[in-house]
C-alpha cells in the first residue's frame, strides 16, 4: 500500500513539476466556481491553454448551461439533457496579468448600472478547444433582489447568450489562482 501511495505521490509531483509542458490545445484548469439552480446554471473556470503555435494564455471561461430536460431515476440516478453556451475572456499570459484582469472586473463591477466594457475573447469549440478570436461586450447590471453583477453577452453560434458574474464569484476566482500559485511557484 506504501508502495502505491508513494508512487501516485510521485507522479502528481512530476505531473505538478512539468505543468508548463502540457500539449497544445489542451486546457489546464486553475480555479472554477458555478451557480445557479438545475436547470440554469453559469459556469466560470479559469484555465490556461496552449495554442499550436506554442502561445501561452490565461482565459477566463463565461459558460452558461441550460438543462432542457432531466429525468429522474427510481433509485436517485439522474440524467439530463442540455446545452452549454461558452465563450473564453483573453486574460493575459502570466498569472500577474490574469489577476490584474479580475481586479479589473471587481473595479467595474463597483461602476454605476449601466457602465459598459468589451473585452476580447477566443470562442469555443465545444471540444474543450479554442477557436476564432472576437469581443465580448460587458454591461454592469443590477437584478432585483440580487445585486450588481457584470452582464457578459457574446455569440454563440448562431445566436446571443448571457451570462451574469457575481462580485463574490469573481474574488472566488482571484482566491483560487492565488491559492494556485503557492502550490505551483514556477507558475509563469
Avoid: W
Wanted: glycine share 10%.
Amino acid at each position: 500500500m506504501k508502495k502505491v501511495f508513494l508512487t501516485l505521490t510521485l507522479a502528481l509531483a512530476t505531473l505538478c513539476a512539468s505543468a508548463q509542458d502540457f500539449p497544445a490545445g489542451i486546457r489546464m484548469e486553475i480555479a472554477g466556481v458555478s451557480e445557479g439552480g438545475e436547470f440554469d446554471e453559469n459556469e466560470f473556470q479559469v484555465f490556461t491553454y496552449k495554442d499550436a503555435d506554442g502561445s501561452y494564455g490565461y482565459y477566463l471561461s463565461l459558460g452558461h448551461t441550460t438543462n432542457i430536460l432531466s429525468i429522474f431515476g427510481a433509485d436517485g440516478d439522474s440524467f439530463s439533457f442540455g446545452h452549454m453556451d461558452e465563450t473564453c475572456l483573453v486574460m493575459g499570459g502570466t498569472a500577474d496579468e490574469a489577476l490584474a484582469f479580475l481586479d479589473g472586473l471587481l473595479d467595474l463591477i463597483d461602476k454605476e448600472p449601466g457602465s459598459a466594457a468589451e473585452f476580447p475573447c477566443r470562442l469555443s469549440t465545444g471540444a474543450e478547444r479554442l477557436a476564432d478570436a472576437g469581443t465580448a461586450t460587458c454591461m454592469v447590471v443590477k437584478r432585483f433582489l440580487q445585486g450588481k453583477r457584470l452582464c457578459f453577452l457574446f455569440r454563440s453560434g448562431e445566436r446571443t447568450a448571457e451570462t451574469d458574474l457575481t462580485k463574490g464569484n469573481i474574488k472566488a476566482l482571484r482566491s483560487g489562482i492565488t491559492f494556485y500559485r503557492k502550490l505551483h511557484p514556477d507558475l509563469i
